[in-house]
């Protein structure tokens, strides 16, 4: 069981990254794009789900 909260809780926060590097990669590209990149990038954590996976994420991280 602890297992599969690990994998679960692990695979939340490494979207979360990938999300994040990606926006820096837009970044790269223009500032245009990093822009509309954060735009999804905050509709997906920003909202009641998002924010609740990710701090669970990490306060299950935290606690294990």
Known sequence: ??????????????AFVVGHLINHILGIHSLAAMEAGRVWFLEVWRNPIGALAFVGAMAVRLLL
């Open 1 to 14: 069981m602890v297992r599969k909260i690990r994998l679960t809780t692990g695979l939340i926060l490494f």
